[in-house]
């Protein structure tokens, strides 16, 4: 395991400028990584709930962390991700465990399950991953501490 991975990820995700919008936070581990996503008003459709989107948000974070966890010169991509809404949210904090299931050399599976606050599971997915030629640098946040 290569701790300084891991909270060289961390830093990278908490300082994209996507992240200033949902406020989530993220926790690496060797092929697992655990994130949670405080829910808001201006994060609901018009019937009151969360998005879809935000159920996204959380799925495919954590998958792709638990990814490129396991990466330690790319950064990862996205490239096929199976999603689930089970049920709906309408607060609290969402928390997305994911962890590789299968990996080959340059793609891997992830799966991942999200929680609402009361530990009900409110969806899931199923990912694939795959190596691309961005280098993991301080250009991407990589490393950078705030």
Same mark, same amino acid.
């Given at each position: 395991?290569?701790?300084?991975?891991?909270?060289?990820?961390?830093?990278?995700?908490?300082?994209?400028?996507?992240?200033?919008?949902?406020?989530?936070?993220?926790?690496?581990?060797?092929?697992?990584?655990?994130?949670?996503?405080?829910?808001?008003?201006?994060?609901?459709?018009?019937?009151?709930?969360?998005?879809?989107?935000?159920?996204?948000?959380?799925?495919?974070?954590?998958?792709?962390?638990?990814?490129?966890?396991?990466?330690?010169?790319?950064? +990862?991509?996205? @490239?096929?991700?199976?999603?689930?809404?089970?049920?709906? $949210?309408?607060?609290?904090?969402? /928390?997305?465990? =994911? !962890?590789? +299931?299968?990996? @080959?050399?340059?793609?891997?599976?992830?799966?991942?399950? $999200?929680?609402?606050?009361?530990? /009900?599971?409110? =969806? !899931?997915?199923?990912?694939?991953?795959?190596?691309?030629?961005?280098?993991?640098?301080?250009?991407?946040?990589?490393?950078? /501490?705030?």
């Amino acid at each position: 395991m290569n701790e300084t991975h891991f909270r060289n990820l961390e830093a990278m995700y908490h300082q994209a400028p996507c992240n200033e919008y949902y406020k989530p936070v993220v926790q690496i581990r060797e092929g697992e990584a655990t994130l949670n996503l405080p829910l808001a008003p201006h994060l609901h459709h018009a019937a009151g709930a969360i998005h879809g989107v935000t159920y996204f948000k959380a799925l495919d974070d954590s998958s792709f962390f638990a990814a490129n966890s396991l990466v330690e010169d790319v950064f +990862v991509l996205t @490239t096929n991700l199976n999603l689930y809404i089970t049920r709906p $949210v309408v607060e609290g904090t969402l /928390r997305g465990e =994911a !962890r590789v +299931v299968d990996q @080959t050399k340059t793609i891997f599976i992830v799966e991942a399950v $999200v929680f609402d606050s009361r530990e /009900r599971q409110v =969806a !899931r997915s199923t990912g694939t991953f795959m190596r691309s030629r961005i280098a993991l640098s301080p250009e991407i946040g990589y490393g950078a /501490r705030p």
